[in-house]
């Protein structure tokens, strides 16, 4: 299993889904799970969560009444590359728009139409690489990527699994979405007391 730093704490060993979701569903710990590979998710920062709070509160703002709605971590999502290529993982922001999808349980079924991760020390690599390529590969609509060390945005546009478009986000730049029109955040709010 890999940590969070991308380092394995057990002898290097991919996992099929079936033997991930039975370590998932047996262990107290939060995990992700990506091209075979487990992640044991470490317990963020203050200023990640910071973040993630105030992007959260704007978007929670916008989308009120709307028929999307945005969620924050811990939150299970199911993402197929392929059939055989299943993947969970927990964006630490994600906007849904398909809530009727959920099973008996109550847990989400569907595809995203955006997901924002904020960077930390020990994720930044799996969030821009892996993550990136998962989340174009599997439908999702766009794909934030939050750099509060440096106090920048990258929103990515995917269409037919390849990146449509990319734009990045500084200083006074307000920050806008491909997928959502209308969707402006002064980046000011999203790094207050960062």
């Not at 991930?20 to 990506?34: Q, T, V, W």
């Not at 290529?85 to 955006?114: A, F, S, W």
């Not at 904020?118 to 750099?147: A, C, F, N, P, R």
Request: proline share 3%; with cysteine; net charge negative.
């Amino acid at each position: 299993i890999k940590e969070a730093t991308g380092k394995y704490n057990t002898a290097n060993h991919r996992m099929t889904y079936k033997e991930f979701i039975d370590l998932y569903k047996n262990s107290e710990e939060r995990y992700e799970y990506i091209d075979g590979e487990a992640y044991l998710l470490a317990s963020p920062g203050i200023a990640h969560q910071r973040t993630v709070g105030n992007l959260y509160a704007c978007l929670h703002a916008w989308f009120k009444g709307k028929k999307c709605a945005p969620f924050t971590s811990p939150f299970d999502v199911t993402l197929k590359k392929d059939e055989n290529n299943i993947n969970l993982v927990q964006p630490d922001i994600l906007v849904i728009c398909d809530l009727e999808n959920k099973n008996e349980e109550d847990k989400y079924t569907g595809v995203p139409t955006l997901t924002i991760e904020v960077l930390s020390e020990s994720t930044k690599s799996k969030d821009i690489i892996k993550k990136l390529e998962l989340y174009m590969q599997s439908g999702i609509k766009e794909y934030w990527i939050v750099d509060y060390f440096n106090k920048l945005v990258f929103a990515y546009e995917f269409e037919n699994k390849d990146i449509k478009n990319i734009r990045s986000f500084a200083g006074e730049d307000m920050l806008s979405s491909f997928a959502f029109d209308g969707l402006s955040i002064k980046l000011d709010d999203v790094f207050e007391n960062i």
